[in-house]
C-alpha cells in the first residue's frame, strides 16, 4: 500500500512539474530600454505608444520592464516601470493602468542625458529578464545604437551572457554624419548584431513601426 502511494504520489509530481515547465515556457518576459539622449528624449512620446502596443500582448504571467538608458544604465534605478502580470484578469487589467501612468509621468519629466550607455542598459535587461524566468526573453532597444560613455566607465571588453534572448532595436534613426557617410551607420549594427550573437542572443531591426507583430514571438 505504501509503495503504491509514493508511486502515485511521484507521478502526481511528476505531471505538475511538467505542467509547471509548460507554463513558464510560454511566459513572456519582455524589458524595454529607452535611449534619453539628444533628440531621442523628444521620441519618447512615439515610445510610449509602442509600450502600449506591448502591453496589449501580454497575458497573465508575463513580465514587462522598461528602463532609460543614460549616464551609467547598469542599475536597478533606470528602471522607469516593471511588472509580472497577476493570474486574475481584474488585477492583471489594474496593473497594466498603473504601469501606463508610471510611463506616463516618466514621459512628461524626462530630461536629455548626455550619455548613452547601452551595454549597461542590455546588461541590466539580461539580470532582470533570467530573474523572471520566462520561456521567451526579449530586450527591446529604442535607441539609435551610438554609445556614448562618460570617462572612466569601462564597457568594450564585456561580453553579454543572453543565450536564447531576442534582441531588437527599434527606430533606429541615422544620424547626421550616417548622411555623409552610410557605411557608419551599417558598422553601428553589424557591431551590435555581432556582440549579441557573440554573447546567444538574436539580433534584429525593426524601423518600419507598422510591423510591431513582429516584435514578440
Known amino acids: 500500500m505504501i509503495k503504491r502511494f509514493l508511486a502515485i504520489a511521484t507521478l502526481a509530481g511528476l505531471l505538475f512539474g511538467a505542467a509547471s515547465c509548460d507554463s513558464t515556457s510560454n511566459t513572456q518576459g519582455v524589458y524595454m530600454l529607452l535611449d534619453t539622449s539628444g533628440t531621442y528624449?523628444?521620441?519618447?512620446?512615439?515610445?510610449?505608444?509602442?509600450?502600449?502596443?506591448?502591453?496589449?500582448?501580454l497575458e497573465p504571467g508575463d513580465s514587462f520592464a522598461v528602463a532609460r538608458i543614460d549616464t551609467g544604465s547598469f542599475s536597478e534605478k533606470d528602471i522607469v516601470a516593471s511588472m509580472t502580470l497577476?493570474?486574475?484578469p481584474s488585477v492583471a487589467s489594474q496593473q497594466k493602468r498603473e504601469f501606463q501612468a508610471q510611463i506616463a509621468a516618466?514621459?512628461?519629466?524626462?530630461?536629455?542625458?548626455?550619455?548613452t550607455d547601452v551595454t549597461g542598459g542590455i546588461m541590466q535587461a539580461s539580470e532582470f529578464l533570467k530573474e523572471k524566468g520566462a520561456g521567451h526573453q526579449t530586450i527591446v532597444i529604442y535607441s539609435d545604437l551610438k554609445e556614448e560613455?562618460?570617462?572612466g566607465f569601462k564597457r568594450q571588453n564585456l561580453e553579454f551572457d543572453i543565450d536564447g534572448f531576442n534582441v531588437v532595436a527599434l527606430n533606429v534613426t541615422k544620424l547626421r554624419s550616417d548622411n555623409v557617410d552610410p557605411q557608419e551607420y551599417l558598422d553601428r549594427l553589424e557591431?551590435?548584431?555581432?556582440?549579441?550573437?557573440?554573447g546567444g542572443g538574436e539580433f534584429r531591426v525593426i524601423n518600419n513601426l507598422d510591423n510591431l507583430e513582429e516584435l514578440l514571438p
Open 106 to 115: 516618466f514621459v512628461k519629466s524626462s530630461k536629455a542625458s548626455q550619455y
Open 191 to 198: 557591431y551590435w548584431r555581432k556582440r549579441v550573437a557573440k
Open 86 to 88: 497577476d493570474d486574475r
Open 41 to 57: 528624449n523628444n521620441e519618447l512620446a512615439k515610445a510610449q505608444q509602442i509600450i502600449l502596443a506591448i502591453l496589449t500582448r
Open 149 to 151: 560613455l562618460e570617462k
